[in-house]
């Protein structure tokens, strides 16, 4: 098999506070996962490209800064999202890619309410 | 990554065979198939993807023209539960993928 996690599924929060994605490959290892953000009604943006022990590969237009990622084992990246604000309201979806093979594999995706 | 193109939207009877068109006509000589799927609020779920040759998994087919300019994704007997948004993307592998609109199937009862 191959399948991700992600934790929390669903989270609100207040403005100005930050939140952290958890992803993780539960049966594999995976050297690099990807973060995506998603709007309703649109496709999947990748946001955002990490891979174990070095620093992630932003996509243009995001903030780095705002978008903490780190990936800090082979089945573990995390994301945070840093002083959101209601535009930041998205569902963000992980992928793993499984090592030794081209395919990537998604998580489940966490929907983020910024109030 | 090459531009795929798919239609909007597309039905199919429960039961039937689901037929998903691609193109793919810049499609480069090391760029790979893949197809995957997004039921509602959900993450994408791999379907398949190929090369050259026409490929077969538990879940689909993948036939891929000769020319490689394009490609159908079968869904040998379709259920309700295979109404989802089909995507089609080229990618070399080990790279970021492009997500397009895809493809809207509905399977009607």
């Known amino acids: 098999g191959a399948v991700v996690s992600q934790h929390p599924s669903r989270v609100i929060c207040k403005s100005g506070t930050s939140v952290k994605i958890e992803c993780r490959s539960l049966d594999f290892q995976a050297t690099t996962m990807f973060w995506y953000r998603q709007f309703p009604k649109q496709s999947l943006m990748l946001m955002a490209t990490s891979n174990e022990g070095s620093k992630a590969t932003y996509e243009q237009g995001v903030e780095k800064d705002k978008f903490l990622i780190n990936h800090a084992s082979l089945t573990l990246s995390t994301l945070t999202v840093t002083s959101a604000h209601p535009e930041d309201s998205s569902f963000y979806i992980c992928?793993?890619?499984?090592?030794?093979?081209?395919?990537?594999?998604f998580g489940p995706g966490t929907r983020l309410t910024v109030l | 990554d090459a531009k795929t193109t798919q239609p909007t939207s597309m039905d199919c009877a429960e039961g039937r065979a689901a037929n998903l068109p691609c193109n793919h006509s810049t499609i480069s000589g090391n760029e790979y198939v893949y197809w995957y799927r997004q039921i509602h609020s959900q993450g994408p779920q791999y379907i398949i993807h190929g090369l050259k040759n026409n490929e077969t998994n538990e879940m689909a087919s993948l036939i891929i023209t000769e020319d490689r300019k394009s490609s159908t994704l079968i869904l040998p007997h379709a259920t309700l539960r295979d109404t989802a948004v089909y995507y089609c993307?080229?990618?070399?592998?080990?790279?970021?993928?492009?997500f397009g609109t895809g493809t809207r199937l509905t399977i009607i009862p």
């Open positions: 992928s793993a890619e499984k090592a030794g093979t081209d395919t990537q594999y």
């Open positions: 993307i080229s990618n070399f592998g080990n790279e970021k993928l492009t």
